[in-house]
């Protein structure tokens, strides 16, 4: 997990897209956002994601889109999923009007047209067994993919109300960066709202909107990745990791791990002295 702010797409081969079968442990990813259009189709378990701060819990089959710039946070329980992930850039290529289109958050499984699920399979089926010059028969396969996601399931918004939430987000994206640099000090809700000129109410609301998270739960989401990190570099005790990394309250910080990670810093630095 390289960033819980801009999350960086590493692209599949030269196909300029990220296509992947998954199998995920339990994980918590805090809030975070890219300029990718980011497609999941659960196969098997429960996934459930924070999208502009709206709730979507999806079933085996259920497929979601996370539209190009939008702040999300997803977690789960152990589960398969295929992962497609196109770039904003390559989008404005084929769909001159990308800017002002949004996709339609989720596609139950019961709603989707049988073509959308024979060509996900058939694209995972190219990549996981190859031949020459597949590149060719995946991107068909893709082309045709967005064509119907396209047609069925995207629609337009006005450019007024696009502004606004481009706004909007930009505010939220300096916090975050915000908090990216600094996160080792003592930080406050307070001096968040203060760095934007905003009333500490009307910035919780924000944050919370784009988030689905207050700015002390992502503020120590944030600082226990960080720990994380270190952990698997460093024998400092968890109580010297935890004041380097800008943690002063154990129960919270313990809670936070456990919900990120599953399992206790102890138990996970148990683990890997074992396995060294």
């Known amino acids: ?38 497609i999941l189709y659960l196969i098997r378990g429960q996934f459930s994601a924070i999208v502009q701060a709206t709730e979507y819990q999806l079933n085996e089959g259920d497929l979601i889109i996370i539209n190009s710039g939008d702040l999300h946070m997803t977690r789960s329980n152990t589960c398969t999923y295929l992962l497609l992930q196109i770039s904003a850039s390559q989008m404005r290529q084929y769909l001159p009007d990308f800017d002002t289109m949004r996709f339609d958050t989720i596609i139950p499984c019961s ?4 073509p959308l699920r024979a060509l996900l399979s058939e694209m ?17 396969r893709l082309y045709e993919f967005l064509y119907h996601l396209c047609r069925s399931y995207s629609h337009q918004i006005p450019s007024a109300s696009l502004t606004g939430s ?17 996160y080792p000090e003592p930080l406050s809700l307070e001096t968040a709202a203060d760095s934007l000129a905003l009333s500490k109410e009307y910035f919780c609301r924000l944050f919370k909107k784009y988030t689905g998270q207050t700015f002390l739960e992502y503020l120590n989401d944030v600082r226990t990745m960080h720990l994380y990190e270190d952990l698997q570099n460093s024998d400092e005790t968890i109580t010297v990791l935890m004041e380097k990394n800008g943690l002063s309250n154990y129960k919270i ?23 060294i």
């Open 1 to 38: 997990m390289e960033s819980c702010f801009y999350e960086t797409i590493h692209e599949t081969d030269l196909l300029h897209v990220r296509f992947e079968l998954q199998d995920a442990p339990a994980f918590v990813f805090p809030a975070h956002w890219h300029e990718y259009v980011e």
């Open 111 to 114: 709603e989707q047209p049988a």
């Open 124 to 140: 995972n089926e190219i990549r996981q067994n190859p031949s020459d010059s597949y590149q060719l028969l995946f991107t068909s």
């Open 166 to 182: 481009q706004r909007d987000l930009q505010r939220v994206t300096h916090v975050m960066n915000w908090v990216k640099v600094h």
């Open 253 to 275: 910080f313990m809670r936070t791990f456990k919900k990120l990670y599953g399992s206790t810093p102890q138990k996970m630095r148990s683990n890997r002295i074992r396995h």
